[in-house]
């Protein structure tokens, strides 16, 4: 009877120790976009730099995006670090932002720094066209030089690109074809491509690990993992098509009603500064302070004319048409 | 202190009336509190859920509805969902019951080694069979390439396989544990009364049988068509009930239309939820009254015997291979590509912070839900008060409703104040406690009928009141339902994703969500790594837990079934 009793003992205090644990340190809560492994990447990068910790959850910008509208008035993060234009901009417009005249940003043009500061944009990334290097050559078939080449039948099945209504990058993709092609054009040229898409992956950065692996020949992906899988080993191969690519922002700024204010700015600091700029062009993203960058070099990349608050307006009533174009019919 | 004495003289009285009416009245003080508990963490929710679905910007509107049966693609969605529910459900039982029967009445050496490897799903998360179909059999999986299959595993019918390895054991453990507490008695009179193999089986097995299976097919079916993992890993473009309501709410904020798909994704469950009520009335406990008999392994005829094999090697072979690939895959660099072995996986220590809230949580979850559940069996069973049966009901109904829709409930219910839970951790625990509760509630019903109420009875006769009789007698006797609603709850609760997945939030991650998403993203090695530190973990837990319970004096593997 009395062993018994010791080792219920025993339990209940191993029991609530563990759930007494939790660490109580200089931490904020974000809502991070870039991918599962760059995300890592800025946290360990602003917790050497000031000690502060990110706690994140990886999630796409249509993710982030649908978690920030529902909470609202609520939040339950202190930031956002890396999420799309237009919750950015919708964020401002709807004061769920709170602006922050951060010396760090000094001197940055206004493509990256909000001109009243409610957002900051940690860099650009864009997307790019990626096969399978080995399976190609063995089905003798070379990586298209233009978009329109993917409306090919014999890719039919073969290509994956993520959801627009899920995935920043997807949004990216539609807004730039419709800017290219002009609206009634765009849609008719995603319309054609949706025939010989697999399916819609719900991040932007899947596409480019289903074909490193092998599992569909093409993808239409953002850059953030290209040039790290190809150093891993994986046979891809990746391309801008002549008609240009388009970008979006990777925006940050500190959400209204959080208990950290202090620390959420240290991070928004540490955002502005060159050495994080550096960082963020080793992994090909274009950056507010000029930095070389590892995946496209010095040739500029050719872009699409865009204009994001265009896109971001519109981006609801594309969505439902998305919706009503291709959720329409089971494939 | 004269004066505090004086002055407690007249507020003694008072507290001794209260103390009396408290132990007089304490079942139903008792049991109005757990209904309240109830109502706000497990109807509430999904009332949530159905207000969601009608409410438009103008009023109460069908519209969303009308959507749903108009569009092809969500009506496929539904036949979809059923027919993969249907299927599944079919396919696991027969299977489980050739593994059942195998184990309880096939030739000893074979019992142990089957039953470990039915059961061993149980700690992984249900979508590691999704992952190891896209390492073995993908478009550029090894089996693929190996035999230059054209199969496509991407749509329904890779979901189905992966659907249905993943819920074997959960049929099996439910068969097995009535099929073990069947005395086979029956079954040798008859068979020395000359009946075929066959025939008993057919005539005396199954009948005797029928509730397990009819409660393990509820159970399979209601948890298929939930779990969305492998669907939305493993889908294509195939629509599936579950995965498309988690795309809608978490990927498009559309909480309308995915309201109502969890709603339509309910109707189903609840209907044979009452089916299963209606049928099993009266019937509960001719198979679970009595003891585990080991029975003796007789000659099983090759025309049963041969069938009932190649089914459970075949299922048992399919799980282990998949266990092993997954393992292979969190040692290798790229799995196919690069099979060079490397550490840096197993070394990747961004999902640490994830299993450990999942200890944590399946932990908290597990306590919390094992003293409610207990409670509740005691209020259910002993209780004398109007609406008995519907708590009973309610708190059963856990398991019945597909647990994407609680989570969408929890979501939309506790996302503002008053009842602001999201954006934490109890939210997580809360959810599974709930989800979860049915377990420890009918382990502890099905006790309580075992002791008999004389026991309390003398008791207060004897001058105890009510807290010391169920102190003393009461808790003592209901320990080992506690321990199996703590188990239970423990290992569902750590590997489970269909409702947690809409609950986490930045530093309360969970390393089911965690597996999820690298497998989605298509990162297969990080996937496999964590997935297998996780069975790791679930396993030294299941050590440490048994060997308390062991030095506590307590058995748990009395009562491990469902």
Not at chain 1, 172 to 182: S, W
Request: one cysteine or more; glycine letters at 8%.
């Amino acid at each position: 009877m009395k062993g018994k009793f010791f080792w219920a003992v025993v339990m209940a205090m191993i029991f609530i120790a563990f759930i007494l644990s939790d660490v109580q340190a200089q931490t904020v809560r974000a809502y991070m976009g870039l991918s599962p492994e760059n995300n890592v990447k800025v946290v360990n990068f602003v917790k050497e730099k000031t000690g502060i910790t990110i706690l994140q959850t990886f999630q796409s910008f249509g993710e982030i995006e649908a978690k920030v509208k529902s909470e609202v008035p609520n939040f339950n993060a202190d930031m956002v670090g890396g999420c799309g234009s237009p919750l950015a901009f919708m964020s401002k417009k709807s004061k769920w932002a709170v602006p922050y005249n951060s010396p760090a940003w000094t001197g940055i043009s206004s493509e990256f720094a909000d001109p009243d500061r409610y957002w900051f944009n940690m860099s650009n990334f864009t997307f790019v066209l990626v096969g399978n290097k080995d399976k190609l050559r063995e089905m003798g078939l070379t990586l298209p030089k233009s978009w329109k080449e993917l409306l090919d039948p014999k890719w039919k099945d073969q290509i994956v690109m993520p959801s627009p209504l899920s995935s920043g990058t997807a949004n990216m993709m539609r807004y730039t074809f419709l800017a290219l092609y002009g609206e009634e054009e765009g849609w008719k040229y995603m319309a054609a491509l949706d025939k010989n898409i697999h399916h819609y992956t719900r991040s932007g950065n899947a596409p480019t690990d289903l074909v490193g692996r092998g599992e569909f020949l093409l993808g239409i992906t953002s850059h953030e993992n290209v040039k790290k899988r190809m150093d891993e080993g994986y046979p891809l191969i990746w391309s801008v098509p002549d008609e240009g690519t388009g970008y979006d922002g990777t925006f940050a700024f500190i959400l209204a009603g959080t208990k950290v204010t202090d620390v959420c700015q240290k991070v928004i600091d540490a955002f502005g500064t060159q050495e994080f700029s550096k960082m963020m062009a080793e992994l090909g993203y274009v950056t507010p302070r000029p930095a070389p960058n590892a995946l496209f070099g010095d040739n500029p990349l050719k872009y699409v004319k865009l204009d994001l608050g265009w896109a971001a307006d519109n981006r609801p009533k594309w969505n439902d048409m998305w919706k009503e174009k291709f959720r329409t019919e089971a494939k | 202190m004269a004066r505090a004495e004086s002055l407690s003289v007249p507020q003694s009285s008072l507290w001794e009336k209260l103390k009396t009416f408290v132990n007089a009245e304490l079942v139903n003080i008792l049991a109005g509190f757990l209904f309240l508990l109830l109502v706000i963490f497990l109807l509430y929710p999904i009332v949530a859920v159905l207000i969601k679905s009608v409410k438009g910007p103008q009023g109460l509107t069908l519209s969303y509805y009308l959507k749903f049966f108009v569009k092809g693609y969500y009506f496929r969605s539904l036949t979809n969902t059923l027919l993969l529910g249907f299927i599944n459900t079919v396919v696991c039982l027969v299977v489980a019951f050739c593994l059942a029967y195998l184990t309880t009445r096939g030739p000893l050496s074979l019992r142990k080694p089957l039953k470990v490897v039915s059961m061993m799903p149980l700690i992984a998360p249900p979508y590691l069979f999704a992952i190891s179909l896209i390492i073995l059999f993908g478009h550029s999986g090894i089996m693929t390439k190996a035999f230059g299959i054209k199969w496509s595993l991407y749509g329904f019918n890779g979901v189905v396989i992966a659907q249905t390895l993943a819920f074997i054991p959960l049929a099996y453990l439910m068969i097995e544990n009535t099929l073990r507490s069947l005395n086979p008695n029956l079954e040798e009179s008859a068979y020395d009364l000359g009946a075929s193999e066959v025939r008993i089986i057919r005539t005396i097995t199954i009948p005797l049988l029928a509730p397990g299976i009819l409660k393990a097919g509820l159970l399979v079916f209601v948890m298929t068509i939930a779990e969305f993992g492998n669907a939305a890993i493993l889908g294509g473009r195939t629509p599936f009930l579950a995965p498309d309501t988690y795309t809608m709410i978490i990927g498009e904020a559309d909480f309308e239309m995915g309201s109502v798909l969890s709603v339509i994704l309910i109707i189903p469950c609840i209907i044979i939820f009452f089916l299963h009520n209606y049928l099993l009335t009266g019937k509960k406990f001719t198979t679970i009254g009595g003891k585990p008999v080991a029975s003796e392994p007789r000659k099983i005829t090759p025309f049963v015997k041969i069938p009932f094999l190649a089914i459970s090697c075949a299922a048992a072979m399919a799980i282990l291979v998949s266990f092993g690939v997954v393992l292979f895959a969190s040692f290798t660099k790229i799995l196919g590509i690069n099979n060079q072995l490397v550490l840096s996986h197993i070394k990747n220590f961004d999902s640490n912070l994830a299993i450990y809230n999942s200890i944590k949580v399946s932990l908290v979850a597990a306590l919390i839900g094992a003293i409610i559940g207990t409670l509740l069996a005691y209020v259910i069973v002993r209780g004398k008060f109007f609406g008995r049966s519907f708590i009973e009901m309610v708190s059963l109904s856990g398991f019945a409703l597909p647990g994407t829709v609680i989570g969408i409930g929890y979501l939309l219910a506790f996302n503002t104040p008053p009842f602001k839970l999201t954006g934490g951790i109890m939210i997580l625990a809360l959810n599974c406690v709930f989800r979860f509760l049915a377990v420890g509630v009918e382990a502890g019903i099905s006790k309580l009928h075992q002791i008999n109420i004389e026991i309390e009875e003398a008791s207060s006769d004897l001058g105890a009141n009510f807290m010391t009789t169920f102190y003393k007698i009461v808790l003592p006797l209901m320990f080992p339902a506690f321990v199996a609603g703590f188990i239970y709850t423990f290992m569902t609760a750590i590997v489970s994703l269909s409702a947690v997945v809409f609950l986490v939030s930045p530093g309360f991650e969970l390393a089911a969500v965690k597996i999820f998403d690298a497998a989605v993203y298509g990162e297969i090695g990080v996937a496999s790594a964590t997935t297998m530190k996780l069975v790791l973990i679930v396993m030294i837990c299941m050590v440490f837990l048994n060997f308390l319970t062991k030095k506590t004096g307590f058995d748990i593997s009395q009562k491990k079934g469902v």
